[in-house]
């Protein structure tokens, strides 16, 4: 187990390049499988997630081989239908490769799985959509066997009750090899969703509506090879423009996506930060004590303000001038974060969905435990912009989501060591 330690009270100055997205590399993988040939990903982020989903393609027959920042993916030859228990509990996106491996093998085994701990995270929307898509589907204490009796997915016609990116995902993985069109309704809009259609769009897929709220896939026998490069990660983005709202400085994100940060950027800019961009770069410098922000904060699907940046944004709002109220309206359970931002000094009252951050002059370091990833980085954040230093356990979380973590910030000015 490591920690990082870290000092803080450092403004950060300089660059940073973003990684590539993670909740694109992941889908797109689970995608590869599909595809009857070798696809090259570039802009993979070497993270925990990737190196897990990497092990679930080898387990299924898949050769996929990662180096530096590319992901190589031979899926000509796959032979198994079947994730062992341990992989599933890895990670949350090992459930996207059902789609995937129904799609091209009319049958696969899977298991509950594991990920981040924010509250029930049920896959009822996935199941009842792929047996739309003619899926017989059996639990069996907690392993989901799920097959297609003459072995080729059929189109149908889907109406999410809620546009889940999981779901939404996992539908279009099987649609795309299925035999007809595919509606889905309801649709995530998630830059995510794009980034993965985009993938399968360069291997031949043929998928419309992306980005809207209706998404129509014509399935095709065949998949071929390609080379993609994965879109930057819109959340780690988040994640540093909030450290340099907290610390102070100024800061260019380099490799970042404009358009797809904006419902972050617009309620960061109410904090007072300047904050410009262009041609994939995004400038903030922090002017004065940070302001809070006077609307409420309410995490929504997209194109709405992000839940994954919920925690960051926090962290550093619970030094701001003034109340900011969040609202969590996508999971039950992610506050997680706010004891160990209280153990620092901030002051914050969770009632129901709502959380109430009553700005405080200062946090003091403290010895707290990354609760999730998200909430992992957001204590990152707090301990960065706090007096004194701050023993951070439990970083496997961080390293899930965030490449080179410590390195990005040191090479900026901040002060953070893993031990
Ligand atoms: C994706 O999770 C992301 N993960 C999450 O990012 C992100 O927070 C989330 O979308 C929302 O944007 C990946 O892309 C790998 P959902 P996912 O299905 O697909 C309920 C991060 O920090 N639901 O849109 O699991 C569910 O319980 C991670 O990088 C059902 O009820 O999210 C939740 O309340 C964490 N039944 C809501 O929908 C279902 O069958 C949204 O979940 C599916 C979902």
């Known amino acids: 187990m490591q920690d990082f330690i870290i000092t803080g009270g450092n403004r950060l100055s300089g660059e940073i390049t973003l990684q590539g997205s993670k909740n694109s590399t992941l889908p797109i993988m689970a995608g590869a499988f599909l595809v009857n040939g070798k696809c090259t990903l570039l802009n993979c982020p070497k993270l925990t997630d990737v190196y897990s989903a990497s092990r679930i393609l080898n387990c299924l027959g898949s050769i996929c081989r990662l180096k530096n920042n590319c992901a190589e993916i031979d899926s000509t030859a796959v032979s198994d239908s079947v994730i062992p228990e341990n992989l599933m509990r890895e990670m949350r996106s090992s ?7 129904l799609g091209r093998m009319g049958e696969c085994t899977v298991s509950i799985p594991g990920g981040c701990e924010l509250g029930p995270r049920p896959i009822d929307m996935h199941l009842t959509a792929l047996s739309k898509m003619g899926a017989e589907i059996t639990d069996r204490h907690g392993k989901i066997f799920c097959k297609i009796p003459d072995g080729r997915a059929r189109g149908a016609r889907i109406s999410l009750s809620f546009p889940s990116v999981g779901a939404t995902e996992n539908i279009i993985l099987c649609a795309v090899l299925a035999d007809g069109e595919t509606v889905i309704n309801n649709a995530a809009r998630e830059p995510e969703i794009c980034d993965l259609c985009g993938f399968l769009r360069s291997c031949g897929a043929k998928i419309k509506g992306d980005g809207e709220s209706r998404i129509i896939i014509e399935g095709v026998r065949e998949l071929h090879s390609c080379e993609y490069t994965v879109m930057p990660d819109r959340i780690a983005g988040a994640t540093y423009l909030s450290m340099t709202a907290a610390t102070g400085g100024e ?25 410009y961009s262009a041609d994939n770069r995004i400038y903030i410098r922090r002017i004065g004590r940070l302001k809070s922000v006077k609307d409420r904060i309410r995490t929504m699907p997209h194109p709405g303000f992000p839940t994954d940046a919920q925690a960051v944004l926090m962290a550093a709002l619970v030094t701001a001038d003034g109340t900011s109220v969040f609202e969590e309206n996508i999971f039950d359970c992610r506050y997680r ?46 301990a960065l912009a ?34």
Request: glycine share 10%; charged share 25%; with cysteine.
């Open 386 to 419: 706090a007096e004194g230093i701050t023993k951070l356990s439990c970083i496997s979380h961080i390293d899930r989501g965030y490449e080179n973590f410590e390195k990005i910030i040191s090479a900026v000015g901040g002060k953070i060591r893993r031990e």
């Open 95 to 101: 459930i996207m490769f059902m789609g995937a491996i």
């Open 337 to 382: 974060h706010t004891d160990a931002l209280i153990k620092m000094g901030a002051d914050i009252q969770v009632m129901g969905k709502a959380a109430v951050i009553r700005g405080v002059p200062r946090l003091h370091g403290a010895e707290i435990e990354a609760t999730d990833l998200r909430g992992g980085a957001a204590m990152a954040v707090a």
């Open 251 to 275: 800061i260019i994100l380099k490799n970042a996506c404009i358009a797809e940060t904006e419902p972050f950027i617009s309620v960061l800019e109410q904090t007072g930060c300047r904050i």
